[in-house]
T-cell receptor
Framework: GAVVSQHPSRVICKSGTSVKIECRSL??????MFWYRQFPKKSLMLMAT?????????EQGVEKDKFLINHASLTLSTLTVTSAHPEDSSFYIC????????????FGPGTRLTVL | DAKTTQPPSMDCAEGRAANLPCNHS???????VYWYRQIHSQGPQYIIH???NNETNEMASLIITEDRKSSTLILPHATLRDTAVYYC????????????FGKGTRLSVIA
């Protein structure tokens, strides 16, 4: 099956710093990647959709200048949380869709961000 | 917003079948029913999907009613490792629409 990896799996940072999270599709090319955020005991919330080589589309209420998404290649997308604050602490999960017509999404293992 | 309704939680005895219901009364003719699950602190895992016929794979069975307004995911012999939140999602089969997650059902398998 298709494998999606995320790095790092866990990160702790100080308030005001920026954190970059990588999402890679290991054995397939992903034309589209999705970023989700999940707070404790809550469901996944879609943050943005990114297509390779173009700007990401953000969901309503998600600040695009705070959550920078880059999808520079068919196997890599990055999410940068800029000037992180404690309220940005969350579980961030990426998902990738392949290049075939089938609409299946494959999920990464998630990144736990804690902002002190 | 999610287009499905699921009970918030269910318990199941280990070794017994777990039957997880889902209502999707507004499903359109070209939308599929997908099931994913999320084990604690992991990414969601695909289980099964279907359009109108019943489907079975190595993980589970999916029973969709004839009017397609509801479905049931069946784990035939639940184990402790099946404890997770199960999400029922309706979506087009092709295209670029992302999965939109509702609240899901928290299944607890009890020894």
């Amino acid at each position: 099956g298709a494998v999606v990896s995320q790095h790092p799996s866990r990160v702790i940072c100080k308030s005001g710093t920026s954190v970059k999270i990588e999402c890679r599709s290991l054995d397939f090319q992903a034309t589209t990647m999705f970023w989700y955020r999940q707070f404790p005991k809550k469901s996944l919330m879609l943050m943005a959709t990114s297509n390779e080589g173009s700007k990401a589309t953000y969901e309503q209420g998600v600040e695009k200048d705070k959550f920078l998404i880059n999808h520079a290649s068919l196997t890599l997308s990055t999410l940068t949380v800029t000037s992180a604050h404690p309220e940005d602490s969350s579980f961030y999960i990426c998902s990738a869709r392949g290049t075939s017509g089938f609409n299946e999404q494959f999920f990464g293992p998630g990144t736990r961000l804690t902002v002190l | 917003d999610a287009k499905t309704t699921q009970p918030p939680s269910m318990d199941c005895a280990e070794g017994r079948a777990a039957n997880l219901p889902c209502n999707h009364s507004t499903i359109s003719g070209n939308e599929y029913v997908y099931w994913y699950r999320q084990i604690h602190s992991q990414g969601p895992q695909y289980i099964i999907h279907g359009l109108k016929n019943n489907e079975t794979n190595e993980m589970a069975s999916l029973i969709i009613t004839e009017d397609r307004k509801s479905s049931t995911l069946i784990l035939p012999h639940a184990t402790l490792r099946d404890t997770a939140v199960y999400y029922c999602i309706v979506r087009l089969y092709s295209g670029n629409t992302p999965l939109v997650f509702g609240k899901g059902t928290r299944l607890s398998v009890i020894a």
